[in-house]
């Protein structure tokens, strides 16, 4: 090949690898705009999906920002900066719910008196309860429970005793938990005045 054309050709060959080149880096580079726009896609759905899911993966943590607002933490489990793991936040919800020692002493003390105060209308023969443990909302509402007496006249029940059939604590033998009814709105509007009356007059007793 005579010195001219071989440097013709070189040139030419050359200018296609340059071509080439370019061709392949253009490609790569449009990959990567658009894997971008679809991790973007992505991580803004894993942020409006559910906190428990939004991450999508098991590699990273799930983190808590806002109330709706979910990201994904780093391949150490670390959540970016001004948010919150979502289990450490849930933990923590939880802690704040949990009474006082004070309070449970209380409530176990209240308790206690609402046992004793069933126990003294059973004394009187006023205090007559189709489930177990008996409501108390009848004793608190009226001083009796005429509940069980009710139900086998086949007559509706306080709210209290038809939640508790409905969760299988009835203990009327023979009965029906699904035809188990509860009372009418007007008496259940009688019932819960007759309720805040006597929580008032205890308040008030209290002063």
């Not at 009848?138 to 005793?161: I, T």
């Not at 007007?186 to 805040?196: I, S, T």
Request: charged share 20%; with cysteine; hydrophobic share 35%.
């Amino acid at each position: 090949m005579k010195p001219q054309r071989k440097r013709v050709f070189v040139l030419a060959l050359g200018g296609l690898l340059v071509l080439v080149s370019a061709w392949a880096f253009a490609n790569s580079g449009l990959r990567g705009v658009i894997s971008s726009g679809h991790s973007g896609e992505s991580a803004l759905q894993n942020r409006k999906a559910d906190s428990a899911t939004c991450c999508q993966h098991a590699s990273s943590s799930c983190c808590q920002q806002e109330e709706t607002f979910c990201c994904c933490g780093n391949a150490d489990h670390v959540c970016p900066q001004g948010t919150v793991p979502i289990a450490l936040q849930k933990k923590s919800q939880k802690e704040e719910m949990k009474a006082s020692a004070e309070a449970m002493a209380k409530g176990k003390a209240a308790r206690q008196a609402v046992e004793a105060h069933r126990k003294a209308l059973d004394k009187d023969g006023v205090h007559s309860c189709c489930i177990n443990p008996s409501c108390v909302f009848c004793a608190a509402a009226g001083d009796m429970c005429p509940c069980a007496m009710n139900l086998r006249k086949g007559m509706p029940v306080c709210p209290e005793c038809w939640g508790g059939w409905q969760s299988g604590f009835g203990r009327l033998e023979g009965v029906d938990a699904a035809k188990v009814q509860i009372a009418p709105k007007d008496k259940l509007k009688m019932m819960y005045e007759m309720k805040a009356k006597n929580f008032q007059k205890t308040q008030d007793a209290g002063k």
